[in-house]
């Protein structure tokens, strides 16, 4: 049988940074306070989460490449959400804030956790928030967790 290697979701003397869009608050409010429920039941302390707030989504990835150059974390999430409008600002904006966390994620040497709820109307997004169909930012706290024990395991 091959050898399995599965990331735990161990937070002990984990620290990690989350980058929160304001636009579109009533979500990311939600996103943010089931994040840092996942990241408290798993036993990261709360003073070794940093948390960053941009006006929009579109900020997201620049900050985080700030954060990946400065002493980085054991992980970054990224958290907000981009709601569909009359115009296609959605289209642009969600396909550049998903590449650009890509991109991070994938030449950074710490997991860079996307998070970011791209729905056609507000009520999809709240579902995704908490109020049906789970919470993102609980998700994303999960797979952070879980990716920073993969990551260790395969150094």
């Given at each position: 049988?091959?050898?399995?290697?599965?990331?735990?979701?161990?937070?002990?003397?984990?620290?990690?940074?989350?980058?929160?869009?304001?636009?579109?608050?009533?979500?990311?409010?939600?996103?943010?306070?089931?994040?840092?429920?996942?990241?408290?039941?798993?036993?990261?302390?709360?003073?070794?989460?940093?948390?960053?707030?941009?006006?929009?989504?579109?900020?997201?990835?620049?900050?985080?490449?700030?954060?990946?150059?400065?002493?980085?974390?054991?992980?970054?999430?990224?958290?907000?959400?981009?709601?569909?409008?009359?115009?296609?600002?959605?289209?642009?904006?969600?396909?550049?804030?998903?590449?650009?966390?890509?991109?991070?994620?994938?030449?950074?040497?710490?997991?860079?956790?996307?998070?970011?709820?791209?729905?056609?109307?507000?009520?999809?997004?709240?579902?995704?928030?908490?109020?049906?169909?789970?919470?993102?930012?609980?998700?994303?706290?999960?797979s952070a967790l879980e990716m920073i024990s993969?990551?260790?395991?395969?150094?």
């Amino acid at each position: 049988m091959p050898k399995q290697i599965q990331g735990q979701y161990q937070g002990e003397s984990k620290s990690l940074a989350i980058v929160v869009s304001r636009f579109n608050s009533t979500i990311s409010q939600r996103l943010l306070e089931g994040a840092l429920d996942a990241l408290n039941r798993h036993g990261v302390a709360s003073e070794n989460i940093n948390l960053y707030w941009v006006p929009g989504a579109f900020e997201i990835p620049s900050v985080v490449q700030q954060i990946l150059k400065a002493t980085p974390p054991h992980a970054v999430i990224c958290l907000g959400a981009v709601i569909r409008g009359e115009t296609p600002h959605f289209d642009y904006v969600s396909a550049e804030v998903t590449k650009g966390i890509a991109q991070l994620g994938m030449q950074a040497n710490i997991p860079v956790i996307y998070g970011i709820v791209t729905a056609d109307t507000q009520e999809q997004a709240l579902d995704r928030s908490g109020i049906k169909m789970g919470n993102k930012g609980f998700e994303a706290a999960m797979s952070a967790l879980e990716m920073i024990s993969l990551y260790q395991q395969i150094r």
